[in-house]
Every structure is written in structure tokens, then in C-alpha cells.
């Protein structure tokens, strides 16, 4: 890559330049994998991954703690890659994440969160646990557009946090998954023997690195990755946020086929959308999408786009 190539150049680039698999479908949700041929070695482990072992540790702030903020302390030599609307369970409340981190090792980092469990606010645990889901595609499609509208407008990386809430509220009631906290958990507990259908219906493919989705034929979003092995790990999580949102709106999983090609449309407008730089949390840029269809972002660090995220406005 040259180095002189900006961050919103290595995201454009990162996305024109994958290829299409075939379109698989269960029930109304269908993913069109995103394919590369170049095979990335990662240098970073997942949030997964740096729990388990012991190299990564979320807690809140401080004692006290303050909701949109958490702590991350890494450890050892490799960073550790943070996903967009991945849940961390435990300590005062459950919590989001407001964006994709590559948080440097070793470092102590204060990451932007946003809270799915309202009605809880005492320590349940010291640090938190990372769950198997990433907060459902429609919460994250609107809070990526508060965030992106936060940095333009205020310069920092916050969610409108009664929006949160009150989308998870609906969507828990129209699933009747009760909680005594108004946890986005209850919800995905709720239904989590038809989640792993979806997770079993779409495993990984060779060279894939992300995903188009559609949700009754039309487009829900795309998750694109660095690395193929990234998105194996991944892509379980992403599933079930789709996957949730696909059960809240039965209808008819048909999609248009040629001339009309949706999944490579959106994909041409997600690449060709406006966007605005920032630094990022961790490492890199933070490219955030700007124009008036698309809400979406970009982490670019060490030459690469790690992780790109994009919803068409009405998701």
C-alpha cells in the first residue's frame, strides 16, 4: 500500500475490491459472502480471544463508573480488535460498544460505550464478560449515525442514549422478552434457538472476509473484514444481530435478480459514499460515512481496513 494512500482511499479501495459468493437464504434473511483472494495474516487478536486468555480487561472507569465509558487494560505484544456493537456483560450494566477499536497493547484505553440494560446500575461483576452477539442490526445502524453525527457536531463519540433504550425497548416488546432490567440480553435469550439456525444455515466460506445481508430481499447491511479468519471468528455474532432483526420482519425472502443486483449496488454505494476522517479511539482512522443514504464507518489502522460496517438509511 502506498503510504501516502488516506484512510478514506483504503476504505473505498477495501470494498470495491472484493468479490461476490454465491447468495444463500434461511427463511427471510440472506448473506451474500464478500470474497478476497489475498490472504491477510492478522496481528491482532479478538476481544474473544484476548478475554480468554487472560490478555485484555474490561471494567468500568472507576469505582463509580460513568455510563458511555469503559476501561480496557491490554496486556502482552499484540493489539486487541473491539467490534462495533459487541456486548460486554457484567460490572454496573451491560454496554455496547460504540465503534470498532484496535486498542494498541500494551495500554490502559478508555473505549466509548453505549448502555443495552437500563435498569441496572450495581456491580454484578469486577469486569466484564464479551457476549456471543453484537447488538441487533437496527440499534446498530442508528446509533452508528448518532455517533457519526456526535464526532461532526461535539468531537466525541457518543450514542443518544435514551434512543438506545427506547429501541430496545420496542423491539423486547413486540418479542415478549421480559427482563427486570430492561436487558437487551432477555431479548436474544429469548429466541436463541432460532439464532443458532441462522448461525448454523450461513458458515463461513473459503477466502471470505464479510458479508452482505438482505432481509426479505432488500439490503440490511455489510460487514467487511481484513482477514478471513477474522470474520470465522466474527461472524457467528454478526449472524445473530441480522438474524434478530430478520425475525421481527417476516415477509417474503425473495430477492430481485438481474438486471436489478442489490448486494453489488449497495456495495458500490457504500465505497462511493461521502465520508470524514478522525483519529481513531485506538489505532488509525476512524472513516466515518457521511452521505445522506448510507450510515456506516470504517476502522483503517496498519495500512488495511480492519473492519468496515455499513446500513442503508432505513435499516
Given amino acids: 500500500m502506498n503510504p501516502e494512500t488516506t484512510g478514506p482511499e483504503i476504505f473505498a479501495n477495501a470494498v470495491q475490491h472484493v468479490t461476490f459468493g454465491p447468495l444463500s437464504t434461511f427463511q427471510n434473511l440472506s448473506v451474500v459472502p464478500l470474497l478476497s483472494a489475498n490472504e ?3 496481528d491482532y487478536l479478538t476481544l474473544d480471544e484476548a478475554i480468554a486468555g487472560g490478555w485484555a480487561r474490561i471494567t468500568e472507569v472507576s469505582d463509580e463508573g ?11 505484544d499484540k493489539a486487541v480488535l473491539l467490534v462495533d456493537g459487541e456486548e460486554l456483560v457484567g460490572a454496573k450494566q451491560n454496554r455496547v460498544l460504540n465503534l470498532t477499536i484496535l486498542v494498541p497493547a500494551p495500554s490502559t484505553t478508555t473505549i466509548p460505550v453505549s448502555c443495552v440494560e437500563s435498569g441496572r446500575w450495581h456491580h454484578r461483576s469486577r469486569a466484564f464478560a464479551s457476549a456471543p452477539r453484537t447488538q441487533f442490526a437496527e440499534g446498530r445502524a442508528a446509533r452508528v449515525r448518532q455517533v457519526t453525527n456526535s464526532l461532526l457536531h461535539a468531537g466525541h463519540r457518543r450514542s443518544d442514549q435514551g434512543a438506545v433504550w427506547e429501541l430496545i425497548a420496542e423491539k423486547s416488546a413486540r418479542f415478549q422478552a421480559l427482563s427486570a432490567t430492561a436487558a437487551m440480553s432477555a431479548l436474544f435469550d429469548k429466541v436463541e434457538v432460532s439464532l443458532a439456525a441462522f448461525v448454523a444455515a450461513f458458515p463461513p466460506v473459503e477466502h471470505q472476509v464479510g458479508a452482505v445481508f438482505l432481509i426479505n430481499g432488500q439490503p440490511a447491511g455489510l460487514e467487511l473484514f481484513d482477514a478471513a479468519s477474522t470474520w470465522r471468528k466474527l461472524s457467528p455474532k454478526l449472524v445473530r444481530s441480522y438474524a434478530v432483526d430478520a425475525l421481527d420482519q417476516p ?3 425473495a430477492v430481485p435478480q438481474a438486471p436489478v443486483d442489490l448486494p453489488g ?7 462511493s ?6 483519529p481513531a479511539a485506538g489505532e488509525g482512522e476512524d472513516v466515518r460515512l457521511t452521505g445522506p443514504g448510507i450510515a456506516g464507518a470504517a476502522l483503517v489502522a496498519r495500512g488495511r481496513a480492519v473492519h468496515v460496517s455499513a446500513f442503508p438509511q432505513h435499516a
Avoid: H, T
Fill in 273 to 278: 459514499s461521502p465520508v470524514s476522517a478522525f
Fill in 251 to 253: 415477509g417474503d425472502a
Fill in 40 to 42: 491477510q495474516e492478522v
Fill in 66 to 76: 460513568q455510563v458511555p465509558e469503559l476501561k480496557i487494560v491490554a496486556k502482552g
Fill in 265 to 271: 449496488a449497495f456495495a458500490s454505494a457504500v465505497a
